[in-house]
């Protein structure tokens, strides 16, 4: 796995993209030309490459909402990967070009695929390199935002500065040393000048831990969900789940084994994408896939995830599961007569699930109006707020549900104010939403979790081990029976 070139940019809310780093590998952009023939796209200059990827990303000119090359439905999309045609649509591509983003930092690498030129793009999930580089780019976020303190801004300024010198070691020609598994690198004088026993100091790893041992696994299973409370249409949700782990223990290369579980009645992990320093998984971890209707696995754990970490905290592995049921279900029906919007929303939390949130949110926007006057609205549990331009109904809901585990919100709305509100080309007339938000500690909705005497460290020194588990929403809706219903995708993916 080669790449072409890096680029690492910062965005600030209403601001252009901000070039902050950039290298070019001509060894790698020869190799390309060799490789491509006819179909050969040269990389253009770095502000061309900004614009394109601020366009792709839909950051520039947040108004619109939908543009044609980005957004048409007949465009296949890929999570983190994205095509450029610097001279148009047609007329050649710059692909795979895989961004990762996070908070106001934007990192992006063009990979060389390692193939002769070919008229059809090869599948994503085929190519070992494209991996490889987003595990190159994770680790390169992590080094930049250490802790992910995306506020931190002497931090990623002292960690910017010292990117020329980082890249001269870990991708000298293009090419990472050892597939990095941390780019954590610190001071020279602080790298220790031999390593210790007969282990050999690996490239990716040049600096060690001294003092207590600590290890720190957590569990995050987000969960979306389209609800549309119509016989016509069927609800869909879909959960992934994120192992996230922070190994400070001695040694150059210390051995360590996470075990995830999950009760008898948990659902299978899918689509188990493991961390380069994993070193074995069981072919059945591997052969469960949602993509594969014929597949038949049934394989429950427990997952064994042997690994040497690096310094720095890495996700450890990702994965999907089909649950029976989303957490929240829940009816919205808005009626409009005269400029006066009657509502009716029913929330319900599923029995299976802890009565216990960090947070729980729902939010009502509504588009294509003028501000909210007058409210008559009522709430069997929670609070009501309004947003202060006055195009927006939060119902807060708390902690808890009440111990029906159902609550009810309805009331009218009138909407006689003067100023317009925000616009959706969606949204129109009866098709609205309710958007929930919500966190629920010590819960994951296929019961997976890390139990603190599965993780093992082959070393002398007892470590310390803490777990956690989240679950989380994200794109959560509930939308308005009575009104036209949206064409969405007929299945969610990741």
């Known amino acids: ?184 690198v610190v001071p020279p004088q602080a790298v220790p000048a031999a390593s210790s026993g007969s282990q050999k100091q690996p490239a990716w790893k040049s600096g060690l831990h001294k003092g207590k041992s600590t290890v720190s696994v957590s569990v995050t299973e987000t969960v979306r969900s389209m609800q549309y409370g119509s016989h016509d249409k069927q609800d869909l949700w879909d959960v992934y789940g994120n192992v996230m782990c922070k190994c ?40 469960s896939s949602s993509m594969d209707p014929g597949d038949g696995s049934t394989f429950s754990g427990p997952y064994k995830f042997p690994f040497s970490p690096p310094l720095e905290p890495f996700r450890l592995c990702s994965y999907t599961s089909q649950v029976p049921v989303p957490p929240i279900l829940g009816t919205y029906q808005l009626k409009e007569d005269n400029g006066q919007v009657q509502l009716n929303v029913l929330l319900k939390l599923h029995e299976s699930v802890t009565n216990s949130f960090e947070y729980c ?56 104010g003067q100023t317009a509100g925000p616009t959706d080309p969606l949204c129109t007339d009866a098709t609205a939403y309710v958007k929930l938000y919500f966190r629920i500690p010590d819960q994951t909705l296929s019961g997976c979790s890390v139990d603190q005497h599965s993780v093992q460290l082959y070393s002398s020194t007892k470590p310390k081990v803490v777990t956690s588990r989240d679950l989380v929403s994200s794109e959560y809706y509930i939308w308005n029976s009575t009104g036209h219903t949206p064409m969405l995708p007929s299945s969610l993916t990741m």
Request: charged share 20%.
């Open 1 to 184: 796995m080669s790449f072409r070139a890096i680029w690492v940019w910062s965005h600030e809310k209403g601001e252009a993209l901000k070039l902050r780093f950039s290298r070019r590998y001509p060894t790698v952009e020869r190799r390309a030309k060799l490789l491509s023939g006819p179909q050969y796209v040269a990389v253009p200059e770095d502000c061309a490459v900004s614009q394109l990827v601020f366009s792709k990303l839909g950051l520039e000119d947040p108004d619109r909402l939908y543009v044609a090359s980005r957004d048409d439905c007949v465009l296949h999309q890929e999570s983190l990967v994205l095509e450029l045609n610097p001279d148009g649509p047609g007329r050649g591509k710059l692909w795979p070009l895989l961004t990762m983003t996070h908070g106001s930092l934007i990192l992006a690498c063009l990979c060389q695929m390692e193939a002769s030129a070919s008229s059809s793009q090869p599948p994503i999930s085929n190519q070992a390199s494209v991996c490889q580089a987003i595990a190159f780019l994770s680790d390169l976020q992590a080094f930049l935002l250490p802790g992910s303190k995306a506020s931190d801004q002497d931090t990623l300024a002292s960690r910017l500065d010292q990117l020329p010198s980082v890249f001269s070691h870990i991708c000298p020609l293009g090419t990472p040393n050892d597939t990095p598994r941390s780019a954590a």
């Open 248 to 287: 400070e223990v001695e040694g150059v290369q210390p051995s360590i084994t996470v075990t995830l579980s999950l009760p008898p009645n948990g659902s299978p992990l899918q689509d188990i994408l493991a961390h380069p320093c994993v070193s074995a998984l069981d072919t059945s971890t591997l052969t």
């Open 361 to 416: 949110e729902a939010h009502l926007p509504f588009f294509n109006r003028c501000q909210m006057g007058s409210l008559d609205v009522k709430v069997t549990s929670g609070q009501l707020e309004v947003s202060k331009e006055k195009n927006l109904l939060v119902w807060v809901l708390g902690q808890k549900f009440p111990r029906s585990r159902e609550v009810t919100l309805e009331g009218t709305i009138n909407f006689s």
